[in-house]
């Protein structure tokens, strides 16, 4: 079965560093991957996805990721971190091996930008 | 402009009530899903829908469970008696044409 892993509960960063948040995954056939953002008491927005193409994906807000074939790692990075990136950030795998699309969430980063 | 409206924000129920959530899409879709947040924690698929009929569904969603397309637009979830342990937030979603979900902003449910 399909599957994604966010290795780390917590992420802390100061304002102005580099982040990164990991995601690995697990699939049989071509992988469709994906990043969500949640902030308190809301949905979960899209940030960005990888189907084909360019292993370096950009998205919304800055954010990018970076897909690795070879180590199964889609991690979302972002130059230089905001305050206001503070938030859960959830890695997705699209699972179409039923015939049917079934999306797969991580369990979840928090990530922390302290200023 | 969210892609999908959710009703109600916020229910409060007894135990053994019956809960119906609403979700209404901005445009035509073909995918929906149900998913469930305890606690602001991992992110549980229910239940998929595609072409009026369900497509696929987890453990979680048991006999308790339900949904509905009605009148061809609303996609309802409904449990038929809550259980204190479905308290959480539930979240309708929709799958577009270049692949991701669109979540509505979710309906939390307080069961008591």
């Known amino acids: 079965a399909q599957s994604v892993a966010q290795p780390e509960d917590q992420v802390n960063v100061a304002e102005g560093n580099p982040l990164t948040v990991k995601c690995t995954y697990s699939?049989?056939?071509?992988?469709?991957l994906f990043w969500y953002v949640q902030y308190p008491n809301r949905g979960l927005q899209f940030l960005l996805k990888y189907i084909t193409g360019d292993n370096l994906v950009k998205g919304s807000y800055g954010f990018e990721a970076e897909f690795n074939k070879s180590q199964t790692s889609f991690h979302l990075k972002k130059p230089s971190a905001l305050v206001s990136d503070s938030a859960l950030y959830f890695c997705?795998?699209?699972?179409?091996?039923?015939?049917?699309?079934?999306?797969?969430f991580g369990t979840g980063t928090r990530l922390k930008v302290l200023a | 402009e969210p892609e999908v409206t959710q009703t109600p924000s916020h229910q409060v129920t007894q135990m053994g009530q019956e809960v119906i959530l609403r979700c209404v899409p901005i445009s035509n879709h073909l995918y929906f899903y149900w998913y469930r947040q305890i606690l602001g924690q991992k992110v549980e698929f229910l239940v998929s829908?595609?072409?009026?009929?369900?497509?696929?569904k987890s453990e979680i969603f048991d006999d308790q469970f339900s949904v509905e397309r009605p009148d061809g637009s609303n996609f309802t979830l409904k449990i038929r008696s809550t259980k204190l342990e479905d308290s959480a937030m539930y979240f309708c979603?929709?799958?577009?044409?270049?692949?991701?979900?669109?979540f509505g902003e979710g309906s939390r449910l307080t069961v008591l």
């Open positions: 829908f595609y072409n009026n009929e369900i497509s696929e």
């Open positions: 699939v049989s056939g071509n992988p469709y």
């Open positions: 979603a929709i799958s577009g044409i270049t692949g991701e979900l669109f």
């Open positions: 997705a795998v699209r699972d179409d091996l039923q015939g049917t699309y079934k999306y797969i």
